[in-house]
């Protein structure tokens, strides 16, 4: 299968800070791939900077071949790629129904529905509290209907920054399982964790970022097996 | 009994016209988290482009039949024009600033505030200028108290537009957008969201509404003049923050409360408007000093 999302050899500054340092990373179609490292290493910003939210000053993003790196982070949703952010950034004071109404913000079909029952599948505990506030959901709830928002728009390629922080092992469990399901049903996921364990389980390959650089790529076999890692991000 | 009811009334139809100028001021508050000093003056604009309107389609001397279809026209068309007059503020004014510090929006947001008012004194001069009360006149009698028909109007259509737009900001696409980009501009960009149409649409809404209630209070006061706005937007600011700055029934109910106030005050106590003015702005001190978030302030925890 073909790449799906291709990040060439970006820099992004936050002002005079430089982030990322020539970051070169690719997803193919259907793949999960995941990316770790430590605090502060850059991943939060690969994604931003492929969602648009922090632009790239250097380098290229494409998807499908379509070049994104100077397209608006509103627009870039339309390219079909979904970003469930760092901290969920779910919307606090609407209802759990209007956040997902918003995860479709950009499509006009009439197909939101049952693409919203299809979510509601995928986390019963979302339908349960459809009318509540989505500042009130716990924590693990929040990091659902970040998810299931994101999923709403029916992305290609899907960017799950740290979904499973802070979350009791049973709801991290879950968290995993759908995102299994999620990419069993033909979605892409790019994956950022911590937990590079569990992330490294579910992902076919992954890439090793420190201070803004890729130090490592390969099949997460290769990964987990490789000294560095383990000493590193795998506590062995 | 009836000095209350009359006082009552009084503060309503004041309260209509703070209500929907406080409006304006609570929506660009909750998107940009800017007092916009300018609203008062883009109010009394709104009044004056009303006017204008008036008196070109010479409504004072229509005849009945056309007075509503002429009524409703000025009201359109002097929304639309100072709505847009709102969004040229915002795109000059105010979206240059946005990643600057706090202080550099609020410093413009005075002198465009200045310079709305130098071109109306420029333009229409110094002195108060006779406004038409186009809307119908009579009293209803109540029995315990007559009721003014034009003030029963007044209230009437800001509480129509106040309606028109919760539905707006609470059923609509675009109203998802406002408030979505009011709680998390990246989220909100992140579902696709274009941000500076939303603020945008913001400013034209917040700057019809004030339209509007720049023609009522014509109708109402039967004048205008070039510094109109400077007090009624410090009021209307007022009903803003007491009603909980950035929620938009808040807003609403804010205005109708200072209305009620300003009213009572005024007509119980001798020396009128000062004392009002004193309450008033007590009343902003204190809901600064003690209850921040007003009456209706967002209470819903962000985890
Ligand atoms: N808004 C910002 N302004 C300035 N520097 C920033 C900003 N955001 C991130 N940085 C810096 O950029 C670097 C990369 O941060 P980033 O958030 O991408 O790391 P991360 O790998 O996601 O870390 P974590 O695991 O803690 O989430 C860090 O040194 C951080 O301090
Ligand atoms: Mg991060």
């Known amino acids: ?236 | 009994m009836r000095f209350f009811a009359d006082q009552l009334i009084l503060g309503l139809t004041d309260g209509a016209i703070f209500a929907l100028i406080a409006l304006g001021y609570t929506m660009v508050y909750g998107i940009i988290e800017l007092i916009n000093f300018a609203h008062g003056d883009i109010f009394t604009v709104g009044g004056f482009i009303g006017l204008t309107l008036i008196s070109i389609l010479g409504l004072q001397h229509a005849p009945p039949a056309l007075l509503i279809p002429g009524v409703i026209l000025v009201f359109l068309v002097a929304m639309s024009l100072n709505g847009l007059l709102g969004v040229a503020i915002e795109r000059v004014a105010y979206r240059p600033l946005r990643n600057a510090p706090r202080l550099a929006p609020l410093i413009t947001a005075v002198g465009i505030s200045f310079i709305l008012e130098g071109i109306l004194f420029l333009l229409k001069g110094p002195n108060q200028i006779s406004y038409p009360n186009l809307l119908p006149g009579g009293s209803l009698n109540l029995g315990f108290a007559s009721i003014g028909v034009g003030n029963v109007f007044i209230i009437l259509i800001a509480l129509g537009l106040m309606i028109a737009l919760n539905q707006f900001i609470q059923r609509t696409r675009v109203g998802r957008a406002m408030r979505a980009t009011a709680q998390d501009r990246d989220a909100a960009r992140l579902m696709g969201v274009n941000i500076n149409r939303t603020i945008a649409i913001t400013f034209f809404i917040g700057s019809a509404l004030a339209a509007a209630g720049g023609i009522i209070y014509g109708f109402d006061y039967q004048t205008i003049d070039f510094s109109l706005g400077f007090r009624n937007g410090l009021v209307a600011f007022t009903a803003a923050v007491f009603g909980g700055i950035g929620n938009v029934v808040g807003a609403a109910l804010g205005g109708f409360i200072i209305g009620i106030i300003i009213d009572f005050v005024g007509g119980y106590f001798q020396g009128g408007q000062q004392w009002s003015d004193v309450v008033v702005f007590s009343i902003l001190i204190l809901v600064l000093v003690f209850r921040p978030t007003g009456l209706l302030g967002m209470r819903v925890p962000e985890k």
């Open chain 1, 1 to 236: 299968m073909g790449v799906l999302l291709e990040v060439d050899q970006i820099d992004v500054f936050y002002g005079r800070i430089q982030a990322l340092r020539g970051v070169s990373l690719h997803v193919d179609e259907g793949e999960i791939v995941t990316l770790i490292g430590a605090n502060g290493a850059g991943k939060t910003t690969t994604l931003r900077a492929i969602s648009g939210l922090t632009p790239a000053s250097s380098g290229s993003i494409r998807i499908r071949g379509q070049d994104i790196t100077r397209t608006q982070a509103e627009d870039i949703v339309t390219k079909g790629i979904g970003h469930a952010p760092e901290g969920r950034r779910i919307f606090a004071r609407m209802s759990v129904r209007e956040n997902l109404d918003l995860g479709a913000y950009i499509r006009r079909d009439g197909e939101t529905r049952s693409d919203m029952e299809r979510i509601y599948t995928l986390f019963p505990r979302l339908k349960e509290r459809q009318a509540q506030l989505a500042g009130t959901l716990s924590g693990g709830e929040q990091q659902m209907l970040c998810i299931g928002r994101a999923m709403m728009s029916r992305p290609k390629v899907l960017l799950l920054d740290e979904p499973s922080l802070g979350l009791a092992p049973l709801m991290v469990d879950t968290i995993f399982q759908v995102i299994r399901e999620i990419n069993a049903e033909g979605t892409t996921i790019l994956l950022i964790e911590q937990n590079a364990l569990k992330a490294l389980g579910v992902a076919a390959r992954g890439y090793v970022l420190e201070t803004g650089r890729i130090v490592k790529e390969g099949p997460s076999k290769q990964l987990m097996e490789s000294p560095d890692v383990q000493k590193a991000y795998l506590g062995i």
